[in-house]
């Protein structure tokens, strides 16, 4: 079955669509759009694998966002208070004046840690957010000591 073709309009900064030109040429993409497609695809998969953590897992959130967005490290605050019973421990460094760089780890229910994944991913001025979760059998003993 084929599929009829589209045609959109994307604004870009040039450093990003910079970065991404070097990656379709290193890659050896035919196109733009064929590489756009691919990033797609792979966007809908990997929102679809969020969609289905279910029971009990572990993993991680990294996160690297712009401190000087105003008001957003005080939301990332509040939102991590908030789902608080699901943070095990986390690092926080600061590779250059303006990125802050996190990696924070998880323990709890599939849900609610995807929920807590969805709202850091919107936010304004978070430049890369990324979930990596494994199901972990839920004992009595903690699963992770750190």
């Not at 379709?24 to 759009?33: A, D, L, M, T, V």
């Not at 304004?124 to 750190?146: A, H, M, R, W, Y």
């Amino acid at each position: 079955m084929e599929t009829e073709l589209m045609r959109i309009g994307v604004s870009l900064p040039d450093t990003l669509l910079g970065k991404f030109d070097e990656i379709i040429e290193k890659r050896g993409y035919s196109s733009r759009s064929e590489a756009i497609r691919d990033s797609i695809r792979s966007y809908i998969s990997y929102n679809e694998w969020m969609g289905n953590i279910k029971g009990h897992h572990v993993g991680t959130i990294v996160i690297i966002y712009d401190h000087t967005q105003r008001g957003l490290s005080n939301v990332l605050t509040d939102i991590q208070h908030h789902y608080s019973h699901l943070i095990r421990s986390s690092i926080h460094i600061y590779p250059d004046r303006e990125d802050c760089f996190e990696i924070v780890v998880l323990e709890g229910e599939g849900k609610e840690i995807t929920e807590l994944a969805e709202a850091i991913m919107a936010l304004k001025g978070v430049k890369l957010s990324k979930l990596i979760t494994t199901e972990s059998n839920e004992t009595d003993e903690p699963s992770i000591v750190i």
